[in-house]
Each structure stands twice: as structure tokens, then as C-alpha cells.
């Protein structure tokens, strides 16, 4: 196994990944400008041609401005290298117990429980809506042929749905390399039992087809995050970042996020709980306000969005003392002051070029002694630098300067405590995807985006166990 395959498999495996990975990974310059600055773990500057830097440190000044504007909170930092002094006491976590809020004697009645009959009957009307128009266009174009299924279409109901949407619960769990091969007879290998009796494969195309959800994708999206919140306590340890379901087609608003499985996909904003990967809350990225060809702007666009989204991830939250996990596209000390100020913790990683980064971490030379370590705080926020393999910075708002000793390779390393648990609490979101990644049917090729997120969903449902 080649180095940096044993880097992305230990990013699979849940508790996060070796700290250097994403900061040892190769750069690639066209994917930046492509992803419109969104690389997750953004490289330091050198590592960057000139153009690069103009984009990412767009994006770092609309990150700064958006959280100093949408907060309001004073700016002055005046960093000490004397932890005696240091505020940053650990929150003491208030929140309700974690785990699971309810108990299911069946899978059948956790099911249904998500996919209430309410919800169920908004997309039945809007199948039902979507249908009539896309036949009558069909066959106004005089394009619907004769032998085409539309003509078989008549409107689903309820409980058809249902069988629907167990059809697909059932196609993640037992793999085959093409879909009609469910429907297989005399197939002794192939044939799935009684599959056939479920729902018959033509009405399966149409059900296809015509799936809609609403006019308005919010209305779905309100529902699923109020479920999941409903059915789960969290963990004090939580993280929020990027996550990416493949899509194959035309898209605007595509991404891409280089660590993760699938780089170029749908982008979704994600807090999940760090030791189970459980998804709390997210929300869908659907395109930037500003043209697509001028990558700086739009850059700064999709900043002063993502800040925002990612203070709405948490909202309700406020004053449990949660440990919210973050990596360099989002950390920045106002940020950190803000989320300590309302009862949260933060750590992560951190750019020296953001916007109040004290002198003492931003100018460490790259070629000191490894594991050396420069740390300063002012108040209740802390930053530190620490020399691995390269100079990499942290942040946080209970840490000080504290070490630990770890193993890497079989070798013992002293380490700074906040990138032990930086490494032990940032790979939630990574989790959950590593479970989706079981279930074959949320990879399959989609035409409509939503189909191919609500494909996430249903996978998402079924890693839960």
C-alpha cells in the first residue's frame, strides 16, 4: 500500500485522519479555481502560483468581513505568550444525555417515522403535478412514442410511494451491477425473491421519472433536518464541514473538495456528531449570485454564504457547551471569539493568513526544529504552531500549549494535545460518509440532483444500522 493510500484509509476509518495528510497531499492549482476556492485545508501560500493566492485570499478577507459583519463583535486581540493569564476554560457540557432519543421495535418504524405519512402525501402531489405537464409537453412535440411507457403513466398514491421507496432501501443492501437486473427471472444467481411482486419494473422507470419533491426544495429539507435533530441527543465532540455526493452531469453549482472520495460533486454543509458520524443538520450549496467566470467574486460569494450557513448549523445549540471541530476554511480567532462568547468551544486548523493571526505563529520560520512549538493567546482564544513534517497552525479556545505523547509509525512523537484531538474529533462528517460508502446505490448514475440526494438520504438511513 503506497503512502497515501494508508493516509485516505485512515481518513475512512473514522477518528480522523493522521494530522499531516491534508497538509502533505499534492496541490492542484486548476482544481481550486474550478471549486471557486473551496478546497478543503486550503496550502499555505508558497505552495501556490500568484493567481491562486489572489483567489484564496479573496476568500479569506469575505470569510473575515462576513463574520465580523454578521456578529459585530470587537476585534481586538492582544496575544501573549504567558499561559498563566490564559481565560479559555473548557465548557462544561449541559446538553440533554447523548445518543438516540427514541427506541424502534422495527427498521419499518424508524422508516416511517422520517418518511412520515404527511410528508408522503407533499410528494405525492408534486409526482402526480410534475407528470401531466412532462406528457402533454411530450406529446404536444409529437415526440411520445407509441411504445413509450409515459403512456402507461397514471398518478401514485401514498402507499405506492412507500413500496417505492423500500424498493430503493433494498437496492442499497444487496448490490447488482445494473438496475433491471432486480427484476431478473430465471435467474438463479441473479433473481432477487419475490422482488417482482413488489412493483412491477416499468412502473419502478416511471416512479423514476417522475419523482418531485416540490417546487421548493426547502420544504424537504425543513423536514429532514427537523427529523434528525427530533431523533438524536448529541455528543458534546461535534463537526461541522464539507461534504460531497458524486454527481455526473450538468451542473452549475458543481464543487470539488480534494481529500474527500468523491471530488467533484454536490456540496453540502454538514454537522455531524464526531464519534458516531451522526448527520444533525445540513444544507444543500445551490449556486453562486455571481457569474461563474469571475472566480475571485464568486469566491467571495460562496465565503460570505458559508460563514453564515455554518453559524445556522448550530443554531439551538447555543450554551450546552458543545466542541464544535472545524479545519482552515472556516477558523478564524472572531469566529472563535464569537462561538466561545455563545457557549460553544471550537478547534482546528488554521491559515497564517487570516485576519487577526498573531506575528509570533504567522512568521515561524518553516525550517525550524521539528517539533517545535509556538503558541500565544489573547483571552479566551489560543493559536498555536507546531513543526511536523511542515509547519502547520492550530486554534482553539480551551487549549494552551500543552503536549502529549503519541505513536506515529510505530515511533514515539511528542505532540501538541490540540492536534491529538483535532485528529480524534474532525472526522464526523468523514464517518458518516465512510458509512454511505457501503451502500452501492447512492453511487449510481442520476440525472436530477435531487434524485441523487435523496438517494444520500435514504443510504444515510440504512448506515445508521
Not at 422508516?111 to 411530450?138: C, G, L, Q
Not at 520560520?365 to 509547519?391: E, M, Q, Y
Not at 464526523?428 to 436530477?448: A, H, I, N, P
Amino acid at each position: 500500500m503506497t503512502a497515501g493510500s494508508r493516509r485516505h484509509t485512515a481518513r475512512r476509518e473514522g477518528e480522523g485522519s493522521e494530522f499531516d495528510s491534508d497538509f502533505d497531499d499534492e496541490f492542484e492549482v486548476g482544481e481550486l479555481a474550478a471549486s471557486g476556492g473551496m478546497d478543503r485545508n486550503i496550502p499555505d501560500d508558497d505552495e501556490l502560483d500568484e493567481r491562486v493566492q489572489t483567489i484564496v485570499h479573496s476568500v479569506e478577507r469575505a470569510m473575515d468581513e462576513a463574520v465580523e459583519n454578521l456578529l459585530g463583535i470587537s476585534t481586538d486581540f492582544n496575544w501573549q505568550t504567558d499561559f498563566d493569564t490564559f481565560g479559555g476554560v473548557p465548557e462544561t457540557f449541559s446538553g440533554p444525555t447523548p445518543g438516540a432519543i427514541k427506541d424502534y421495535d422495527t427498521p419499518y418504524e424508524a422508516f416511517t417515522d422520517i418518511w412520515s405519512t404527511d410528508i408522503m402525501k407533499h410528494i405525492t402531489k408534486e409526482t402526480n403535478r410534475y407528470a401531466k405537464p412532462v406528457i402533454e409537453a411530450a406529446t404536444a412535440a409529437g415526440t411520445l412514442k407509441p411504445t413509450s411507457r409515459l403512456h402507461r403513466w397514471v398518478d401514485t398514491d401514498v402507499d405506492e410511494l412507500y413500496v417505492f421507496f423500500a424498493i430503493y432501501t433494498i437496492t442499497g443492501i444487496y448490490q447488482r451491477s445494473s438496475q433491471h437486473e432486480y427484476w431478473e427471472v430465471n435467474s438463479y444467481f441473479m433473481e432477487v425473491p419475490k422482488f417482482r411482486q413488489l412493483m412491477i419494473y416499468n412502473r419502478f422507470i416511471l416512479l423514476s421519472k417522475f419523482l418531485h419533491f416540490t417546487d421548493n426544495s426547502d420544504a424537504t429539507l425543513v423536514h429532514l433536518n427537523s427529523k434528525f435533530e427530533s431523533l438524536n441527543n448529541l455528543h458534546q465532540d461535534i463537526a461541522s464541514d464539507e461534504s460531497l455526493t458524486l454527481f455526473k452531469g450538468r451542473l452549475s453549482w458543481i464543487q470539488t473538495i480534494r481529500p474527500k472520495a468523491a471530488r467533484f460533486g454536490i456540496k453540502s454543509f454538514e454537522l455531524c456528531e464526531s464519534k458516531t458520524g451522526y448527520l444533525y443538520r445540513f444544507d444543500i450549496y445551490t449556486g453562486k449570485n455571481t457569474e461563474r467566470g469571475d472566480v475571485v467574486a464568486s469566491s467571495a460569494d460562496l465565503a460570505g454564504k458559508s460563514t453564515q450557513v455554518d453559524l445556522d448549523l448550530l443554531k439551538g445549540l447555543e450554551r450546552l457547551g458543545h466542541c464544535v471541530t472545524m479545519d482552515n476554511y472556516y477558523n478564524c480567532p472572531a469566529l472563535a471569539r464569537y462561538l466561545k462568547s455563545i457557549g460553544f468551544d471550537c478547534l482546528g486548523t488554521l491559515r497564517f493568513s487570516r485576519k487577526h493571526v498573531p506575528k509570533e505563529i504567522a512568521k515561524v520560520p518553516k525550517n525550524v526544529a521539528k517539533g517545535t512549538i509556538v503558541a500565544c493567546h489573547s483571552g479566551d482564544v489560543s493559536c498555536l504552531a507546531w513543526k511536523d513534517r511542515k509547519v502547520v497552525s492550530m486554534i482553539s479556545t480551551y487549549h494552551t500549549d500543552e503536549t502529549t505523547v503519541g505513536r506515529t509509525a510505530g515511533r514515539a512523537v511528542v505532540k501538541s494535545v490540540v492536534v491529538r484531538d483535532y485528529n480524534n474529533t474532525m472526522g464526523g462528517v468523514d464517518l458518516k460518509d465512510q458509512k454511505l460508502s457501503m451502500y452501492l446505490m447512492e453511487r449510481k448514475r442520476c440525472l436530477k440532483w435531487y434524485m441523487k440526494m435523496f438517494k444520500s438520504v435514504i443510504c444515510f438511513r440504512l448506515g445508521l444500522g
